[in-house]
Nanobody, 121 residues
Framework: QVQLVESGGGWVQAGGSLRLSCVAS????????MAWYRQTPGKGRELVAN???????TYAESVKGRFTISRDNFQRMISLQMNDLNPEDSAKYSC???????????????WGQGTEVTVSS
């Protein structure tokens, strides 16, 4: 059974920084794209940052220049360094990964349980 286990998050004042991490565990054959999404009550899920297997990255316009996603394929993990946070960044952040598992090796989407980020003004 595959799990995405997140850590980090919490409360910070505006202008501060937080770091989120996500590790894939279980019967993993390979991992494709990995990403961070966020969601607030009443709003849809928003892609924050994505990293592909070749380490190329994409970011939401609202976080460019402030957030950095990094990936360690050997450790099966991604991190999200969030700097210069503002109250609009407050949300539940969830880790996402496309994972192939044996024996069928079908690529499926997996989600972490989510971690709350609260930024006070």
């Amino acid at each position: 059974q595959v799990q995405l286990v997140e850590s980090g998050g919490g409360w910070v004042q505006a202008g501060g920084s937080l770091r989120l991490s996500c590790v894939a565990s279980g019967s993993v054959f390979s991992i494709g794209d990995m990403a961070w999404y966020r969601q607030t009550p009443g709003k849809g899920r928003e892609l924050v940052a994505n990293t592909a297997t070749d380490l190329t990255t994409t970011y939401a316009e609202s976080v460019k220049g402030r957030f950095t996603i990094s990936r360690d394929n050997f450790q099966r993990m991604i991190s999200l360094q969030m700097n210069d946070l503002n109250p609009e960044d407050s949300a539940k952040y969830s880790c996402f990964a496309e994972i192939q598992t044996p024996p069928q090796l079908v690529k499926r989407p997996y989600w972490g349980q989510g971690t709350e980020v609260t930024v006070s003004s």
